[in-house]
């Protein structure tokens, strides 16, 4: 396994459930280990696997969730 760790800017959330949504979504993505969402700085924090799933997609998992990556 190759584990990554990538932090991203995410604008669209406005508010904690918010937050906690777009975590479920990414945690529910093959490859993604853990997602950590801090709305308070708009930031995720997504520990995946790079041999399974891209940043790209991750990304992608984001915009197609609602939410913009910066």
């Not at 991203?8 to 904690?16: A, K, T």
């Not at 490859?31 to 997504?46: L, S």
Request: glycine residues 8%.
């Amino acid at each position: 396994m190759s584990e990554k760790t990538v932090i991203l800017s995410v604008r669209g959330m406005h508010c904690e459930g918010c937050a906690n949504n777009l975590g479920n979504t990414l945690r529910a993505v093959s490859g993604v280990r853990e997602a950590y969402v801090n709305f308070g700085k708009k930031k995720v924090t997504i520990v995946y696997d790079a041999e399974q799933i891209s940043q790209e997609r991750l990304e992608s998992a984001i915009t197609d969730a609602g939410y913009e990556v910066e």
